[in-house]
C-alpha cells in the first residue's frame, strides 16, 4: 500500500515557474515507478511525465517536454514535478501516482493515486 500526497500547487502568471512536489508513505517507494497527470476543467485526466523507478528515465508528453521537469529523491520517498514557462492551458488538478508495472503515460495501469493539487495559470 501505498499512500501519496500532493502539494506546491497555486495561481500562477503565465510564464511563471512551480514546483509540485509528491509524498510517498511506505517503504515500498523506491520499487515504484511514478507519474504525473493533469486534469483540466471539463477533460480526462491526461499524462504529463514519468519516471523510473530509480529516476533513470523519464518521459514527458509533447505539450510540456523543455518545460517540465520530474525527479525524485528515494530517500525522502518523494516525487518531484518542476513546472517552467506556465501556459493557461497547464491549468487544473495535478495528481501523482504509483506504477508497478505497464505503460507510463496510461493512467488505468497506475497502482496508487493521490488526491491532486490545483495549479492555476492565469494569462
Known amino acids: 500500500q501505498v499512500q501519496l500526497v500532493e502539494s506546491g500547487g497555486g495561481l500562477v502568471q503565465a510564464g511563471g515557474s512551480l514546483r509540485l512536489s509528491c509524498a510517498a508513505s511506505g517503504r515500498t517507494f523506491s520499487s515504484y515507478a511514478m507519474g504525473w497527470f493533469q486534469q483540466a476543467p471539463g477533460k480526462e485526466r491526461e499524462f504529463v511525465a514519468a519516471?523510473?523507478?530509480?529516476?533513470?528515465?523519464?518521459y514527458y508528453a509533447d505539450s510540456v517536454k523543455g518545460r517540465f521537469t520530474i525527479s525524485r529523491d528515494n530517500a525522502k520517498n518523494t516525487v518531484y514535478l518542476r513546472m517552467n514557462s506556465l501556459k493557461p492551458e497547464d491549468t487544473g488538478v495535478y495528481y501523482c501516482?504509483?506504477?508497478?508495472?505497464?505503460?507510463?503515460?496510461?493512467?488505468?495501469?497506475?497502482?496508487?493515486w493521490g488526491q491532486g493539487t490545483q495549479v492555476t495559470v492565469s494569462s
Open positions: 501516482a504509483a506504477l508497478s508495472g505497464g505503460r507510463y503515460d496510461s493512467r488505468d495501469e497506475y497502482d496508487y
Open positions: 519516471i523510473s523507478w530509480n529516476g533513470g528515465r523519464t
